[in-house]
């Protein structure tokens, strides 16, 4: 399987969109490492209005505010580089809880056959049934503003398209000879899965989660932007949205200042077309080859 | 004597990941029209990809060089491939699993209809009558066309597809290993029955196959493919009575047969894989009788009329 | 722990055997029995070669997961040794089973593709008699077994997908070997491979004969692989056992509807043989 990446991200380096998506993926780390050393105003980033709000509401871009000002007067630069951070973090958070789960619990329910089976079969219908902002607003009402809704949210929701991958996957190898061998020599079911059944499905579940990257960015931002999930002022690009939008006393606020609008949107739109790209490159490589026989004769 | 193929110097390969593998390393053959003849070989020698330049369904990363000539149409010629009036009107395919053939949402009866119209402007009387026609020269009963295929055993599956090729009326018919699929107390049933075909309707039939011992009853004339290339070829009892090339006589002696308790001769190594090929005797590395001068690829021999080998040693043959 | 040495090392007691199917459309919960084989008696001796024929369905690979404690029959009872397999639980059954060695069908699916050969190999060391087992005994047991199939040593770092379809068989026979088995089963062994690396794999089971004696189960639709390999010979059609007995006595006087059709297929009516070169 190493081999196998190696040769699959080689391929994938020599296309040009590959790259631009490295690349632009790569930056967003820097920055969301880096964030809050190299921003004017971190704590501003961060929500803390500053002292002399009136004078410091709704400014244009400007050398001293290169993104501009909000609505609180907090630097807008600040916010939005440091909601790289956020972004960031939400994705890898709720893709790499969701694969774990999903793996661990469809390869599960597709060793152990019976009721477990049905059992996953059953739940993973119901939650993938389920809008996720329905689950946001459910959550956000229990739970109160917070970045864990938005994350627990989208977890719920992803999680049962990864079990079900799992265990479609986990389903054909448990019938092969080597399982049945494994067994017949008198292997713990856990050393199994651990040995056999695991390893060979986990390819096409990172395949997946990759692909999901982007999607899960966009999925974030949105929750956020509708208010159902972190608090107004945080540094996150969707709720910064929601500030210019339902924010200044019914009056929408960006038709005032386009700026709050186009400084987020511009990020979480690089990032996530950062993220597609990369996964769709990488897709396109582990599909079928014949897949790609056309590109030659056009 | 009309021929109905031709191929000259046909080299075929296919474009995998930048590079090229020729499957086909270039054959010189020449088939008769009613005449049938086996190709045998080995997984990977490339006999698969040769019943498919010959039917028309290479795919579209495949490369082509040299000549294929079907009666009077070229279908290949260099990197060229025309297959226009050629698919379904002068060859038709019986391939390889009959299971996965056939489509699972079609009668038999439906199928009939699909192919003839694809082929000729039919309407389903006019299939059902072909069909009705054909079907018991296959052995099967009228009672067959309202089935699925999954209702049908293998051998039916099978038999239903070499009728389907039949309908077509095509000249040339291309069979793709038809009995790998089958148990082996069935094989020589199935065998028998193409060969019976080609004789009633005077068809020109290529039988592509690894089963050297019930393909050889029905065939004229056997060609041994190995690597890519053509080691042997020439009319059935002088190939099997009177091998002219190592690979043949070795094959000859590897092959179970059900009666005779012969110690069975295992060729050492293994079949080369798909596309590597060089400049001396692809079967070098597995020969006993290699000598200096098999470094370099060796000409065809000519053994007799329609008898020929690719082997320094064939007019000699040691190994007789 | 050695036990009081029965006869047979396999029996089976009429068993009747198949699958438990949910009918499609069914509102009911409950479900039926499809039947696969019914009253099987068959034994295996020590040191006995016997071929299980029948054509392709006919429940060959139902009654070797019955003998490999996969399948519990409807009615019947199986004996290895004298222990009735299906009354033990999993744990105790699996240690019964080492005596089994298993060759399964398909050398292209039946290695995990994750695992290099040496891991392959060790498996079934590993999981039972745990603490004797030292180390370096599993290694060298590892690397002599490699030698008796005629593998490389080097074969022992690679994966599977670096192995041709005749190497591959080989390591299935060796992992089947490693655990010195009293039986080895075999499940069509040859019909993957092409006939010029079919002859090695016959004359290796062969040789392992000669060299082990262990009784042998083939599982074939070839019956000229059953020739070469087994003295006894028992035929399955229609669910039931139909003929049996020894080799050559079934050629030449079939009783069977398979195999009159199998002798049909390479001896005419003057019993002279049809394919020949």
Redo the contacts between chains.
Sequence with gaps: ?IRRSFIILR?SLRKIRFKIGIVISLVAIFLAILAPYIVPHPQEGLGYVPRDVEARRLLPPSIEHIFGTDSLGRDLFSRVIMGTRTALLQVFIVITISFLLGLLLGAIAAYLRGLVEVLLNYFTEIFMAMPTIVIALVLRLTLGHGIHVTISSLIMTWWAWYARIAYVYARGVVE???V????????HSLKILH??IV??IIQPLIAQAITDLGSVLLEAAAINFLGLGVQPGYPEWGVILYESVFYGGGVEVFTQAPWLIVFPGIFLLLVTLGFSLIGDCLREEIDP??RR??R??F | MVLAIVMENLKVGYIIEDEVFWAVKGVDLVVEEGTTLCIIGESGCGKSTLANAITGILPPYALTDGKLKLFDHVVINGQLRNYNGIRGKITAYIPQNPGTSLNPFLTVEEHFYYVLRSNFKSDREFSKKIAMEILPKVNLDSSVLEKYPHELSGGMQQRVIIALALATNAQILVADEPTSFIDAHLRLQIIELLGRLQREFKKTLIVITHDLLTTSTICDYIAIMYAGKIMEVGPREKVLRNPRHPYTKMLLETTPILGVKKRLKPIPGEPPSLGKGYQACLFLDRCPYKSKECYSDPQIQVIENSHFSKCWKALEAPWL | MVMKNPEYIIKLENVTAGYLITPPGIRSLIKTRYIVLKNINLSVNKSERIAIVGSSGSGKTTLLKVILGLLKPFSGRVFIYEYDIYRLPWRERVKILKKIGYVPQDPFKSLNPMLRVKDILREPLEAHVIRGYKESKIKSKVKSIVKLVGLPEKVLEMYPEELSGGMRQRVLIARALVSEPEVLILDEPTSALDVSVQAQIINLINDIYEQFKPAILLVTHDLSIAQYIADRIIVIENKEIVEEGLIDNVLNNPQSHFMKMAVSSYKDNKNKLKLEF
């Excluded at chain 1, 049945?180 to 292997?187: D, F, M, Q, V, Y």
């Design positions: 399987m391929r092969l000879d080597y049945i061998l494994a067994r017949l020599a008198g292997l040995r056999h390893p060979n080859r014949l026989r056309w030659l004769w």
